[in-house]
């Protein structure tokens, strides 16, 4: 895809959700969307191959919430860096702290911000249980935000230890989560959160998601999150 057919794509898909991009970003997003296509061919990053669907599903998916995020952002479970280098490229006021388990990814991260000549972004090789206890990290984020890594459960006993009192975690989901937001409440709340938004929108016509708020209202007990597995095993209900 060319640049300017890339550059109308996205300004569509942009207007539909009524977001502003600065000409600056398209060109880092395009730079990143050729990145991530030639990363591919070697190795697994995203089972999405086709253009339209990595501006839809990638970019537009991660940059809806560009408007609700401020201050130190970390991104959990990020993978090829979604949804938090797209929200850093439309938003560059933000500190990002990217966090994947998977090292070929992190290396994938780390080349792309170096493309497309990104600053006060942090990509991290490490599982978010044990980052969780480093002073440096725990309990330090005005934002933790997560798209589509685990179930509500077990996804929160990640978020929530990172976020400050009176920060967010901002959770990306299918339309199918609802049921995943009662089960989590018992977790959220013995966390320190608390439900403050559940939005459904519409990233394009046919394209339903879920928006989850959880404001962090007070001190996440030491013992969390739990070792390695045991938030995914044995969410807390």
């Known amino acids: 895809m060319e640049y300017l057919k890339f550059k109308d794509t996205v300004t569509d898909y942009a207007n539909f959700n009524k977001l502003n991009i600065e000409e600056d ?42 408007d609700k995020i ?3 952002v970390l991104d959990i ?23 994947d388990s998977v090292n070929k990814k992190i290396k994938f991260q780390l080349d792309t911000i170096s493309k497309i000549d990104m600053q006060n972004i942090e990509c991290i090789h490490s599982r978010a249980e044990e980052l969780a206890m480093n002073i ?5 984020f005005d934002f933790v935000i997560s798209r589509a890594v685990a179930n509500l459960s077990t996804l929160v ?26 089960s989590a409440k018992k977790a959220i709340s013995i966390l ?14 046919d394209n339903e998601r879920i928006l989850i708020i959880i404001e962090k209202i007070k001190h996440t007990p030491k013992i969390y999150p739990r070792k390695q597995g045991k938030p995914s095993k044995e969410p807390i209900m």
């Not at 398209?26 to 697994?44: A, D, F």
């Not at 440096?136 to 330090?140: A, D, G, L, T």
């Not at 320190?192 to 939005?199: D, F, K």
């Open 70 to 72: 401020y201050g130190k």
């Open 77 to 99: 479970g990020s993978g090829a860096g979604f949804p938090g280098i797209p929200l850093k490229i439309v938003n560059n006021d933000i500190e990002l702290v990217s966090v």
């Open 157 to 182: 006993e990640y978020m929530i230890p990172f976020t400050k009192i009176g920060g967010k975690c901002i959770c990306l989901k299918g339309p199918n989560c609802l049921e995943e937001i009662e």
């Open 192 to 205: 320190g959160g608390n439900v403050q938004e559940v939005e459904n929108y519409k990233i394009s016509q």
């Open 25 to 66: 970003a398209y060109k880092k997003l395009y730079k990143y969307m050729i990145n991530l296509i030639e990363w591919n061919q070697k190795i697994n990053l995203t089972a999405i191959k086709d253009e339209k669907e990595i501006i839809l599903k990638h970019f537009i998916d991660s940059i809806i919430i560009k």
């Open 136 to 140: 440096k990290y725990r309990e330090e």
